[in-house]
């Protein structure tokens, strides 16, 4: 008969657990690259530190206590004092920071992509971004936020690198609840929403304007303002063909292509005033 003698592995002090806890934790935040992740971590590990010097201390005067009162002869043996053990201390990683927030993350920037204006009176302006595999990686890696006059195509961990497209003061103001971005094979395309004002959908030239907004509104006497006036009563009261002819016109007169003269924007624009007149006998 063979006789096995288990030993048990007593249990560590709380002191000892509390000394492991913080050289976990500061193996743990000497490989963190972000400072105020490590400089939190550190933290906690001196307080670890603190707390497991504080309890060897009792845990040592618990162990004299015990071996004096072994050698003396009192019938019984005292209870060693309760240790207050500190609660503990729950340690939550750090969420990580999403692309946009991340100082870490370095972004290739996109200097190669197509704009279509689109023709008169569509509701998109359309951006072609190749980028080869793209379609391969998880949707959520390819993200696009849109302000009324600004978009930041953002795609991550395409390949091993990060590319960022981001544009602002563009031509004319977008709906950014209406624009989206879609993803191809070997493409991303942005559609930009445009905004509908009094002549319908506006025609753009380019797809940035720093000037945007420089130019001087025309004062309250400029002998143009009754004829936009009428213009609008026209292109409210008529016809698609009659919206599109008087659209185009005050699209030309806004950006400068037509004469400044009163009469200039209708000669100019619309086949002058035998045209309108016509075109009113056709719609009467």
């Known amino acids: 008969m063979v006789l096995v003698e288990v030993i048990k592995e ?34 906690l590990a001196k307080k670890l ?30 209870k060693p004092a309760a240790v207050a053990v500190p609660a503990p201390i729950k340690v939550e990683a750090a969420p990580l920071p999403t692309p946009s927030a991340a100082s870490s993350v370095k972004y290739t920037t996109v200097d190669r ?9 569509s509701k998109f302006v359309t951006i072609y971004i190749p980028l080869p595999g793209v379609g391969s990686i998880p949707k959520d890696n390819v993200k696009c936020e849109f302000t009324k006059d600004s978009f930041d195509l953002i795609v991550t961990d395409l390949k091993g690198r990060s590319y960022r497209l981001c544009k602002d003061s563009l031509e ?12 191809k094979a070997d493409k991303v395309v942005i559609k930009l929403a445009k905004v509908k004002g009094d002549y319908g959908f506006d025609t753009w030239s380019k797809l940035t304007d720093p000037k945007k907004g420089q130019s001087k509104k025309p004062s309250k006497s400029n002998p143009m303002s ?17 919206r599109k002819m008087i659209g185009e016109t005050m699209l030309k007169q806004r950006n400068g292509e037509l004469d400044k003269s009163p009469m200039g924007g209708m000669d100019g624009g619309m086949g002058g005033m035998d045209d309108l007149g016509d075109f009113k006998d056709d719609t009467s």
């Open 113 to 121: 992509f197509s704009f279509d204006p689109g023709e008169y009176g």
């Open 10 to 43: 007593e249990p560590l002090a709380p002191s000892d657990e509390r000394l492991l806890d913080a050289q976990e934790i500061e193996q743990v935040a000497s490989k963190l690259e972000r400072p105020g992740a490590r400089m939190q971590l550190e933290s």
């Open 172 to 183: 004319k103001d977008i709906d950014g609840s209406k624009s989206k971005r879609i993803v």
């Open 226 to 242: 009754s004829i936009n006036d009428m213009m609008k009563d026209m292109y409210d009261s008529g016809d698609d063909k009659m």
């Open 49 to 78: 530190r603190k707390e497991a010097a504080a309890l060897n201390r009792v845990e040592q005067s618990q162990r004299k206590a015990v071996a004096s009162s072994t050698t003396s002869s009192a019938p019984e043996t005292p």
